[in-house]
């Protein structure tokens, strides 16, 4: 059935209250990517970053949901290019987070978070996993999914739900389907636009 969020739960306002984010600081331009695409460039960034929103509304975990959307700015900014590639999010965590420690700390996050930040970065293009035991697993599964989210881009088929990690993150895939149809071929000057687009689309969230 349909999961209807309170209304207020989505205005931008309330959310950069509830996360500790002035969203108006994270809008991109092409020349903080390495390398320019469509797969992997602004509009693909945008729609993680709103998945990663939404996904810490669903699960509470607003602390982990904002590291990961600290993590998913910067996510692919050091892609050489479109292939499968492993190295990129280490490239990232290493060449990019220290550009934008400032902008994160300012926006409330800790020495050890930019630590978990890296990290979340780092593991998003590995093959291997975080151990659930491991103290930033939540960070790093909710980048990994909200990533994954937006595989639609790639084909109908090509997310497998059965790697998603986070339950509530099932609850999205339609969502994220409607949100990049909406969003492939109409390119946004910033993220609270396609923000508020994710925001309009929270009725097509679905709860198995």
Known sequence: MSRNFPAQHFKPEILKTKFNISFGQFNLKEGQFDHA???????????????????????????????????????????????????????AANLKLPDYISLFAENGASAADILTIGKAVTYHSLGREVSKND??????????DADALDRIRLGENDLDPAYLRIPETHLMIEHARS?????????????????????????TIKRS
Request: proline share 2%; glycine share 6%.
């Open 37 to 91: 695409s469509s797969l992997h460039g602004i509009m693909h960034t945008y729609r993680v970053m709103s998945h990663v929103i939404l996904l810490g509304i669903q699960t509470g975990a607003l602390a982990e949901a904002r590291n990961a959307f600290f993590a998913a700015y910067i996510h692919d900014m050091a892609r050489k290019h479109d292939g499968y590639c492993t190295q990129h999010g280490a490239d």
């Open 135 to 144: 103290p930033d697993w939540l960070t790093v599964a909710l980048l990994k």
């Open 179 to 203: 949100l990049y149809f909406l969003t492939f071929n109409s390119p946004v000057e910033n993220f609270e636009t396609i923000l508020e687009m994710a925001i309009s689309l929270q009725d």
